[in-house]
């Protein structure tokens, strides 16, 4: 076992919006980080000011690729593995739903290994998806789930429920120390503004004085955790001794209706909105809300932050981002700014057409 302060803790999918506040955070406790990320859907922005902790490396690879070297000759100075990779909005996953199947199978497949060649304890962040449009709500970690796997989201559900697989069959295996976690929708800041999520979709066009999408009639239900208390979680599972053989749900159970978020994203802007309304996509859940009681009695865990809370840190970033200033009036040069900053949408599977949002942005 190499010396304490030899160890290196391994976030893969580190750059993305929920890995960069994990890098942080290990950062912040005196951990030594290694950050892999492709890049593909995350920003390098996302990393700012890690670089100033001596203990943080940021490797660029992907990992349906042969890690690189630079990975593979610490293996020995690991001593955690985070898996955070992969896309995970619904357009970005779909825009290359090939490589999204395989970097949740090879790539996982690939971390496993690397965890068993180090004796390493590996945390694969799985999803809510896992249950697809759910006949059982809110849904604890024993529904087994209601999942196509021939849709345009089964190239995400379908390959985190194989990493799952695999992770399960590695513990059971005695190779690897294996902890999951099934991750419910979350929100903050450093989400990618161009995502397509409805959290930044809605904030970012309030922003932009554009018109709200909402697909279907808005009356789907999702259930929203704050950034930080979804990072807390993952270090506490990683970190909890119990042996489990089962996965954890993560999340806020707080649900409520997507056309309710919009009334309070406008709320909290304080400007009125048009909404638009778009056909809802393919296999869009209906209702989804984790049964977190696994997560408290394992973790003694449970989301801190209120959506009302939350919904307020996210716009003053988002507004920070898209050189805004939310109490001011929006003016010309900033929404140019704005403007000038979206990146154009990407290419999106068909079976989504509908999906106004992404066209507005
Ligand atoms: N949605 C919406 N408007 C948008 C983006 C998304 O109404 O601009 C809806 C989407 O159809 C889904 C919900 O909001 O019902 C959450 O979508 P998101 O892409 O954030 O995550 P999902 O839970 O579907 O993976």
Known sequence: M???????????????????????????????????????????????????????????????????????????????????????????????????MLTSVVGTDRLLRLAEAAGARFLLTSTSEVYGDPEAHPQTEDYRGNVSCTGPRACYDEGKRAAETLAFDFARGGRADVRVARIFNTYGPNMDPADGRVVSNVICQALAGDPITVYGDGSQTRSFCYVA?????????????????????????????VKELVELVLASIGRPAEVVYRPLPQDDPRRRRPNIDRARSLLGWEPKTTLEEGIRATIEWFARELGQHVDSQVTIASLERLESRRKPPPAVAQPIAGRGAVAAR
């Open 2 to 100: 190499p010396d304490k302060s030899d160890q290196l803790t391994l976030v893969a999918g580190g750059a993305g919006f929920i890995g960069s506040h994990l890098c942080r955070s290990l950062l912040e406790a005196g951990e030594r980080v290694t950050c892999l990320d492709n890049l593909q859907t995350s920003r390098r922005s996302n990393l700012a000011g890690l670089g100033d902790y001596e203990g943080f490396e940021f490797v660029q690879a992907d990992i349906t690729a042969p890690l690189p070297s630079s990975v593979v000759s610490h293996t020995r100075r690991f001593h955690r593995i985070y898996n955070l990779a992969c896309a995970a909005s619904p357009p970005q996953y779909q825009a290359d739903p090939e490589h999204t």
């Open 229 to 257: 208390d979804t990072v807390d979680a993952l270090r506490r599972l990683m970190e909890s001794d119990s042996g489990l053989l089962e996965p954890v749900n993560l999340g806020n159970p707080h649900e409520l209706e």
